[in-house]
């Protein structure tokens, strides 16, 4: 099976991040943490954002159902987006596709969102909707992952990635603990979907060689969120740049090894940004230059931590400037709540 394309969708407004770090500091209301939480902005390595709302909108959020019904609305403008730019791209119509898997984290819906979008996209009656939540930041791999696994058993099928996170809407302003100012300076919005199809059908992307998923016993408490009346309190451990440094490699070798690779046979790095600690810890523990990933370095900058559509707009992006030749390997990787990883690994 091969990935056909990817699309990415983002809100119009797009905030500098001095901007957004001196609103927080307003809305704070706290001259005790102002320092503090531009010092911890400041070394996000975040340049600006974009948000589902305008900035004088978030003051109107005053509760979980408020929030919740602004994510909503936004969620289904760019999951539409991201979906019709995939498809698009990949030449394939919505009634072509046989199943889609939607990922979010960041907020709630029954009917899901992928249900929603049902009634404005063309999709078949008899579309398989597989909706996936709490996964966070590992969910857009994990989703191309699962993707992969139906289409093994549907060589002509047609899987649908989407991933919506709208993090700004979570925003906690009584919480005033360092993981939540860091998280007000690092996560973001977007939206991403990307096309899979099976080995019967044509596509000039990447084939998925292989997958595997990794989950670390008794690590619950290293990410997530404590959700409640007060909506989405996010758990972030400091724990998470250890991971990433000291137990992924071998995670990392080990799959390879059982591919008959290693790590100097993989030229292409599509890898989840996490935060700047967490993806220097990902590139000494690995063993990689900042060029190796670049493209994840960039997407920080411009964009955030988009939470599970991260990795897949860094797919996105190395589909459309660094397309790969045939022979190349690439590895697709990703970590989140659980504590837990997923590998993924590409051959063009």
């Known amino acids: 099976m091969k990935i056909a394309a990817a699309g990415t969708a983002f809100p119009a407004r797009w905030y500098d991040q001095q901007t957004l770090t001196e609103y927080l500091v307003g809305s704070f209301g706290d001259s005790r943490l102002a320092t503090r939480l531009r010092s911890l902005h400041e070394n996000t390595r975040v340049e600006g954002r974009h948000l589902a709302l305008p900035l004088e ?31 698009e791209r990949a030449a394939i119509r919505p009634d072509e596709v046989d199943t889609i898997l939607f990922s979010t984290v960041t907020g709630l819906a ?10 404005r996209i063309g999709f078949r009656p008899d579309l398989k909707r597989i909706p996936m939540f709490g996964l966070g930041c590992v969910a857009g791999a994990a989703a191309v992952s699962r993707a992969a696994d139906y289409l093994r058993g549907h060589r002509d099928g047609v899987a649908l990635v ?28 977007g939206a991403a979907a990307t096309v899979l199809v099976g080995e019967g059908r044509a596509a000039e992307g990447p084939a998925v060689l292989a997958t595997r998923s990794v989950f670390y016993p008794d690590t619950e408490r290293v990410m997530g969120w404590d959700i409640g009346a007060h909506g989405f309190r996010i758990v972030l451990s400091a724990e998470v740049p250890t991971v990433a440094r000291e137990r992924l490699p071998g ?15 993989i030229r292409i790095w599509i890898a989840h940004p996490g935060g700047p600690k967490v993806l220097q810890a990902l590139q000494d523990g690995l063993e990689l230059e900042e060029r190796d990933l670049a493209c994840s370095w960039r997407s920080l900058a411009r964009a955030g931590n988009m939470s599970s559509a991260s990795v897949l707009a860094i797919l996105e992006e190395t589909l459309r400037t660094n397309p790969g030749a045939p022979g190349d390997r690439g590895l697709m990787l990703a970590m989140g709540p659980g504590f837990c990883s997923e590998l993924l690994l590409l051959g063009w």
């Open 110 to 119: 029954s009917p899901s969102i992928d249900a929603l979008l049902m009634n």
């Open 57 to 87: 909108r978030y003051a109107d959020l005053t509760d979980f159902s408020a929030a919740n019904a602004a994510w909503r609305t936004a969620a289904l403008e760019l999951g539409e987006r991201a979906i019709t730019t995939a498809l």
């Open 251 to 265: 995670d990392v070798d080990d799959f390879l090894r059982a591919q008959g690779l290693s790590r100097g046979d």
């Open 162 to 189: 989407l991933t919506i996170e709208l993090c700004s809407l979570t925003l906690q302003l009584q919480d005033r603990s360092i993981a939540n100012l860091i998280s007000t300076g690092l996560f973001s919005d």
